[in-house]
């Protein structure tokens, strides 16, 4: 199957990185958000997101055209109907994303096939909301998706070779570069950084060190880009605390256990947020302002 037009559902935080390297990898690119304000913000996002690169000279000013020319952003499913991929990435509420599935189910070609960016919810479960169970996988970019070059996809029981192959050709077409897992809370990527993130939080609970101490010790001591208390600001506690609920659900092991003092540090308590939690809008403050007590 050629891939001749990238449909992508969200244009928040990631939905819009993702939009982005599709319209500026050359596919024409339609992202889909529930009301103008939205779609609008995501947009702006990426205009601001390609000017860094016009900056830099990363890309040329025509480039930064041509790939806002490709991008049309919609609050209408039917937009996503002659669509060859859909990637969603809308907020982490199963609920949500089945009934999202099953309507596109019905509006978007049967061929085409369905991805999703979530970071620790079944692919299964969500598949299992459509009769495309074959086509049905995940890709999991990175924050921020225009930076960052991987992209986890993720393949179920029931999801063909040729449609895993197809994903792994499409994310190195984006310019990315793939990695091939399975269908298990977390996938690669978040199953080592969720514990190391909260490990961090037990340091400092512990006395360890200072949120300033850890951070600085990981980045020069590891020679990681971000020490994980501003990762964990970068990637947002909800997010954090969200995902790593989901998979202390599915393993049951300590590791993923929120730590005792996540309480002292505020965390929403999510469900009561539901269902139109949005994480990149209701973000609590940085974690090193609410830390001074510790
Ligand atoms: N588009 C274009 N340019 C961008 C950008 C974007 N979206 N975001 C940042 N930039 C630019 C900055 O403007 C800056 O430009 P400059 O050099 O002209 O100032 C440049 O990129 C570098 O940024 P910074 O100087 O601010 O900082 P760094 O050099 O540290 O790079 C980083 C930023 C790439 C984010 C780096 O810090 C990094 O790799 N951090 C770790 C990020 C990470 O771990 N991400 C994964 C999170 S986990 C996840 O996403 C999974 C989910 O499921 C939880």
């Keep these: 199957m050629v891939i001749k037009k990238v449909g992508v559902l969200g244009c928040g935080l990631m939905g819009s990185g993702i939009a982005q390297v599709s319209a500026g990898a050359g596919y024409s690119t339609v992202v889909k958000e529930i009301a103008d304000d939205f779609l609008k913000k995501g947009l702006s996002s990426i205009e601001k997101s390609l000017g860094k690169f016009v900056e830099k000279g990363t890309i040329t000013r025509d480039q930064r055209a041509e790939t806002l020319g490709r991008l049309k952003g919609t609050t209408k499913f039917e937009d996503l109907g ?32 369905f991805a999703s960016n979530t970071s620790s919810l079944a692919i299964t479960e969500m598949m299992t909301a459509t009769k495309r169970v074959d ?77 300033e101490d850890i951070d600085r010790g990981m980045r020069l001591g590891c020679g990681y880009p971000m020490g994980p208390f501003t990762l964990l600001d970068f990637v947002g506690l909800e997010t954090t605390y969200y995902i790593a609920n989901i998979m202390f659900e599915e393993f049951r092991e300590k590791r993923f256990a929120r730590p005792r003092c996540s309480n002292v540090l505020c965390w929403p308590v999510i469900t009561e947020k539901k269902p139109a939690v949005d994480f990149t809008t209701t973000r609590t403050p940085p974690i090193r302002n609410r830390c001074i007590k510790l």
């Design 135 to 211: 086509r049905f996988i995940g890709m999991h970019f990175f924050n921020p998706v225009p930076l960052m070059k991987l992209v986890e996809v993720v393949g179920t029981i029931t999801t063909s070779k040729e449609i895993l192959d197809e994903a792994m050709k499409f994310a190195a077409s984006l310019g990315k570069v793939p990695i091939r897992t399975s269908d298990r809370s977390g996938f690669v990527v978040n199953r080592l950084l969720v514990p190391y993130l909260l490990d961090a939080i037990r340091a400092l609970e512990e006395g360890v060190g200072s949120v």
């Design 82 to 113: 002659d669509c060859y991929i859909v990637i969603e990435a809308i907020t982490e509420n199963l609920q949500l994303k089945r009934e999202t599935y099953a309507t596109i189910d019905k509006i978007v070609k049967p061929l085409a096939i």
